[in-house]
Nanobody, 123 residues
Framework: QVQLVESGGGLVQAGDSLRLSCAASGRSFSRYAMGWFRQAPGKEREFVAGVTWPGGSPYYADSVKGRFTISRDIAKNTMYLQMNSLKPEDTAVYYC????????????????WGQGIQVTVSS
């Protein structure tokens, strides 16, 4: 009941910053817990960052703590992932997701997914 579309990916050098956006349409994402996941070639999709529902409290994977920041603009129905100090190991397809759980790092807890967007960090 909600459509998600990511934007803002691209190719950057190590140490650079990038800001991903996830635009939602349909049901307001204020009704959902939200999260960002990523999947590198040959690897499982992994949790990156999330926002609880209700409350909107952010939480992160240990690998990105201190470098990435998740936020939401409810009025614009848009979620963001600010990525700083990017590393080559951050290279992956990034997905935004929405679900009904208040807190989850589990990919199976999310019901709706964007199409994914490539982030490539060169060494």
């Amino acid at each position: 009941q909600v459509q998600l579309v990511e934007s803002g990916g691209g190719l950057v050098q190590a140490g650079d910053s990038l800001r991903l956006s996830c635009a939602a349409s349909g049901r307001s994402f204020s009704r959902y817990a939200m999260g960002w996941f990523r999947q590198a070639p040959g690897k499982e999709r992994e949790f990156v960052a999330g926002v609880t529902w209700p409350g909107g409290s952010p939480y992160y994977a240990d690998s990105v703590k201190g470098r990435f920041t998740i936020s939401r603009d409810i009025a614009k129905n848009t979620m963001y992932l600010q990525m700083n100090s990017l590393k080559p190991e951050d290279t992956a397809v990034y997905y935004c997701a929405a679900g009904g759980h208040s807190y989850s790092r589990n990919v199976n807890s999310y019901d709706y997914w964007g199409q994914g967007i490539q982030v490539t960090v060169s060494s």
